[in-house]
């Protein structure tokens, strides 16, 4: 692409993104057949990216054989290991050229070493539609001046840029938004909320759960008067627990929390590939208070992050319980495996699943939502799509084994969630199956105590019981596998901060092996 067609491409597409209206761009999928285009894409990316026909070679395949989606699926999964780490930046890159993208950031993954990725202007513009649909269906920002707070880490990780980026393109479309980047400075965020919020209806906060939480409970401490600011949060990069939701809703003055959050399902690879919406977080409401139901469905005794997602932007396939997703980007990506377990539901079914068990949530959200005036006018009720579901549990290997029982961090987060401990914790932990010079073993939890909150053995017992109670009401396989005497986990308290399992600007990671 010469400077002439990479400068009218640009104008195209953002010409595109401007004019064509959210309805319309999220109701394509009715028309167009999400295998038909994938198969288009595939197609696609074989002319025009050389590690990928390189990839199809070294596995015997004829490209030309691939013409249905059975065809499709057959096609070996991409993989880290497998196509990223195996080719150069330029040979993953469209037309094998780095420069037919204009931004390169970098994640550093789960090894610690920094994978850099390639994009342009378009596959932001892309994504930038997840940003609108939240904004628009749940924060009503298309008609409420809206400060956004970029709390994500700015520089060449990817979360912080491309959030702003994303942002940027929705003020231009006409949103009444207003972007502000202070990045994960704590102090910088306080301050730019103190004199700037009460300039708008809403203030939206958008970063990490844990560290959304940290701001929040820190400006409490600070005299921060959260309710006359009505925050909203975007988060990404962690599933969390709906009772979470409520304590975090509780302490910023939320009325409706269906309304008030989303969380974004999104990774380095490829963007965002779906989001929480008012009906997906209902769905999930529901769930929290009917884990029988929750296992019924999703097959397991923790709750998943819950989402939909637009099929035409992201495909979205199964394969031994594990997610594969389709799309476009500045590297290009078909069958790709980011080690995510999960699966896919359609709207329809999802509904009729729900039916089975007496709840409406259509209904439900509706009726709920007439708590908000604005809401009420509207013939519809905004944030009900028929969008399908895909629900995401994480990486398998964040769980620790006991007697056999997965343990998942979610359940253990649910336990220090709870009126009476939630006020003496921050809510990180770290999870553990420590083995005894008599060799057995026992489940540990180590838990970081909020600021200024000092240990005792009376705050020890209550969270102690607090985490087996939760761990007991949740998590069927705990209950039934683990004998009695081994139930009740071993738990440590550290003060806020901990040098050895809390050290401050370090990503967190809630399970030691």
Not at 39 to 53: C, I, S
Not at 221 to 248: C, D, M
Not at 327 to 352: H, K, Q, S, V
């Amino acid at each position: 692409m010469n400077p002439e067609e990479r400068r009218q491409y640009a104008i195209q597409t953002f010409s595109h993104f401007l004019h064509t209206p959210l309805d319309t761009k999220l109701q394509q999928h009715l028309h167009t057949e999400p295998a038909t285009a994938t198969l288009e894409l595939f197609h696609h990316v074989v002319a025009t990216v050389p590690a990928y026909k390189n990839f199809l070679t070294e596995n015997g395949i004829n490209s030309a054989s691939i013409q249905t989606l059975t065809d499709f699926q057959t096609l070996p999964p991409l993989t880290k290991e497998n196509y990223l780490q195996r080719f150069s930046l330029a040979e993953l890159s469209r037309n094998g050229e780095i420069h037919s993208s204009d931004f390169i950031a970098a994640s550093s993954g789960s090894t610690g070493k920094p994978t850099f990725w390639c994009r342009f202007f378009s596959d932001e513009l892309e994504i930038a539609t997840r940003f609108e649909q939240v904004f628009h269906d749940s924060f009503f920002a298309d008609t409420k001046p809206t400060l956004a707070v970029i709390c994500f880490t700015l520089g060449t990780w990817v979360g912080g840029m491309f959030t702003s980026n994303c942002c940027r393109y929705l003020a231009s479309k006409g949103y009444p938004i207003t972007i502000v980047t202070p990045g994960n400075n704590k102090d910088e965020i306080l301050r730019v909320i103190s004199e700037l919020g009460t300039n708008f209806e809403q203030v939206v906060l958008l970063g990490y759960p844990p560290f959304l939480k940290d701001v929040i409970d820190t400006g409490i401490a600070r005299g921060v008067p959260w309710q006359q600011y009505n925050i909203k949060f975007v988060t990404a990069g962690e599933v969390f627990s709906e009772e979470w939701r409520s304590l975090v809703a509780e302490r910023i003055g939320s009325q409706n929390p269906c309304y008030d959050f989303a969380s974004l399902y999104g990774t380095a690879d490829a963007g965002v590939l779906g989001n929480e919406t008012p009906l997906s977080i209902c769905i999930r409401r529901f769930f929290a208070e009917n884990p029988e139901a929750a296992k019924a469905l999703f097959g397991e005794s923790r709750l998943p992050t819950l989402v939909q997602y637009d099929p035409l932007s992201r495909f979205f396939e199964v394969k031994d319980g594990i997610l594969l997703f389709s799309g476009n980007n500045g590297i290009p990506l078909i069958r790709y495996n980011i080690l995510d377990n999960g699966g896919i539901i359609t709207y329809a079914a999802m509904l009729e699943f729900l039916a089975e068990w007496e709840f409406n949530p259509v209904a439900s959200l509706s009726s709920s939502s007439k708590k908000n005036l604005e809401i009420a006018k509207e013939e519809t009720c905004r944030g009900i799509r028929n969008l399908p579901f895909v629900y995401v549990f994480g990486r398998s290997n964040f769980t620790v084994s006991y007697f056999g029982a997965n343990i998942y961090p979610e359940n253990i987060s649910v336990g220090l969630e709870q009126s009476g401990i939630k006020e003496w914790v921050t809510g990180k932990f770290v999870l553990q199956v420590i083995e005894n010079s008599d060799k057995n073993r026992f489940l540990t939890v180590t838990v970081e105590l909020a600021p200024g909150v000092e240990a005792s053995e009376e705050k020890r017992q209550e969270i102690t019981t607090s985490i087996l109670v939760q761990l007991k009401r949740l998590n069927s396989e705990f209950t039934n596998y683990v004998p009695e005497e081994y139930q009740t986990p071993q738990v440590t308290l550290k003060l806020h901060g901990d040098s050895e399992y809390f050290p401050v600007g370090v990503k967190h990671r809630y399970t030691r092996k």
